[in-house]
C-alpha cells in the first residue's frame, strides 16, 4: 500500500503582536509510492479534514487542494486556504473540544485518495484561538498590566528595531542571531499511519526561508531559525569515508577554549592549534570542502544534540536519493564504530563528548577512540 510520511509536523501558526493571528496552517508531509521510493516533482491531490472530538469525530471543515512535491518528495501547504468542501475554518471555536486533522492523499494528483491518516491537533494550532481577544466589546476602559513584560528587555523595543529585525549579523561564536531566536517551536510530529514517523523537528515560523531537510550550502539543513533566513547545514556522508577517526592524537589537555557546548567552530579552531595532524576529527572537518565551502567544523555537543534529533528525517532522504555519495547516519551498535559520532566539545585530558546514534544518548569516551564524523557548518 501506498504510505504518506509527515517528516514536518507542519501545523505552525505565527501570531504577531501587530496584527490579528492568520486564518491557516501550514501542513509539511513527505509522500512515498508503493515502492516507498519518494514521489518527487510531481502533482498531487489531497483532502484535508478538521475533526472535533476524536479520530472519527464530527467533520467541522473540509477542503481540498492539489500542490506539487519538491526534489525530496516535501509538499508544503497552508490548511485554510483551499477549495472548501463543508465549513468555515475562520469559525472554527478552537476552545471547545479536542481537535484532529485527518489527511487523504492521492500520488497521481487526482481525487482518487489511497492515502489516509489521522492526528491530533497539539497546542501550537490553538494560537488561532488568540483572535477571540478582537471580539471584545463594551464601553469599560480595560488597563492592563504585564509586569512581567514591564521588566524585560523586550519592553525596550522600538519602531526602528522592528525595522531591522531582517538585517541581522551571526555571532560566530554561538550560530545564534545576535539579536536572539523569537518565535521558534519544537513541534512534535504528525504520522498518518502505523509505520509513519513522529515527532520530527524544529519548525520555524511562516516565511519563504529555509527548512529543515533542504538540499542546500553543501550539505542538508538540519536546524533553522529567524524565519528559515539562519540555521545550521550537515555534510552529506561521514568523513573519510564513514572509517572511524579519533578526537585527538595526544591526552593533552586542550581547555575551556576546546570545552564549549554550543561554540562548535571555537572548539575545532584549538583542535586545529593542538593537533593538526591529518585524519583527526577536528582537522577532517576543517579541511573538509564539501559544496566547495570552506567553514565546516565538527558540531559542539549541543549542536551534534540538534543534528541527532533529525537523523530520521535525514536518513530518509539522503539514503533514498539514488545517490550513493550520500548517505544517513550509522545507527548499528557493531564494531568499531557502534554508530557513534564525535563532537567538538572536549571533557579533560583524557576524553570528549560524543553521541550514539544507535541508542539516542549522549557520553563521554577516550580520545584515542575510532568513531565516525560527520561535519557541519552555518548559513
Not at 37 to 54: C, H, P, R, Y
Not at 178 to 207: E, K, Q, R
Not at 230 to 235: N, Q, R, V
Request: net charge negative; glycine share 12%.
Amino acid at each position: 500500500m501506498k504510505k504518506l510520511y509527515t517528516i514536518i509536523a507542519g501545523l505552525m501558526l505565527t501570531a504577531s503582536v501587530f496584527a490579528q493571528a492568520p486564518e491557516k496552517m501550514s501542513y509539511q508531509a513527505v509522500v512515498r509510492n508503493a515502492s516507498n521510493n519518494l514521489v518527487t516533482n510531481q502533482a498531487v491531490g489531497m483532502q484535508i479534514s478538521i475533526l472535533q472530538n476524536g479520530t472519527t469525530g464530527t467533520p467541522v471543515y473540509v477542503e481540498t487542494q492539489t500542490t506539487t512535491t519538491n526534489a525530496n518528495g516535501l509538499v508544503s501547504i497552508e490548511i485554510g486556504t483551499g477549495t472548501v468542501v463543508s465549513g468555515n475554518f475562520t469559525t472554527i471555536d478552537w476552545a471547545n473540544g479536542t481537535y484532529f486533522i485527518k489527511t487523504e492523499t492521492d500520488p497521481t494528483g487526482g481525487t482518487s485518495y489511497t492515502i489516509t491518516g489521522t492526528t491530533q491537533l497539539m497546542s501550537v494550532p490553538y494560537a488561532l484561538h488568540a483572535k477571540t481577544a478582537d471580539s471584545i466589546t463594551g464601553t469599560v476602559n480595560y488597563t492592563e498590566t504585564d509586569p512581567l513584560f514591564g521588566a524585560s528587555v523586550a519592553n525596550g523595543i522600538t519602531s526602528t528595531d522592528t525595522a531591522n529585525w531582517n538585517n541581522h549579523t551571526i555571532d560566530t561564536d554561538t550560530h545564534i542571531d545576535s539579536t536572539g531566536i523569537s518565535g521558534l517551536g519544537y513541534v512534535a510530529g504528525a504520522h498518518t499511519d502505523s509505520t509513519a514517523i513522529a515527532n520530527m523537528g524544529f519548525v520555524a515560523g511562516s516565511g519563504s526561508g529555509h527548512y529543515v531537510g533542504e538540499l542546500f550550502g553543501g550539505g542538508i539543513v538540519y536546524y533553522v531559525y529567524d524565519n528559515g533566513q539562519h540555521g545550521l547545514i550537515a555534510s552529506l556522508d561521514d568523513l573519510n569515508g564513514g572509517s572511524g577517526v579519533a578526537w585527538s592524537g595526544t591526552s593533552t589537555l586542550i581547555g575551556a577554549t576546546a570545552q564549549s557546548m554550543t561554540n562548535g567552530v571555537g572548539n575545532t579552531a584549538a583542535m586545529v592549534a593542538q593537533n593538526a595532524t591529518a585524519n583527526k576529527a577536528g582537522t577532517l572537518c576543517n579541511t573538509y570542502a564539501g559544496g566547495s565551502f570552506t567553514d565546516w567544523y565538527l558540531p559542539s555537543n549541543r549542536e551534534m544534540y540538534l543534528l541527532a534529533s533529525q537523523d530520521v528525517l535525514i536518513d530518509q532522504i539522503l539514503d533514498n536519493d539514488g545517490n550513493p555519495a550520500t548517505n544517513g547516519f550509522s545507527q548499528e551498535n557493531v564494531a568499531p564504530t557502534y554508530g557513534r559520532y564525535w563532537s567538538s566539545t572536549e571533557l579533560g585530558s583524557n576524553s570528549a563528548w560524543l553521541y550514539y546514534f544507535s541508542n539516542g544518548n549522549s557520553n563521554l569516551i577516550l580520545k584515542s577512540t575510532t568513531y565516525r564524523v560527520r561535519a557541519v557548518r552555518a548559513f
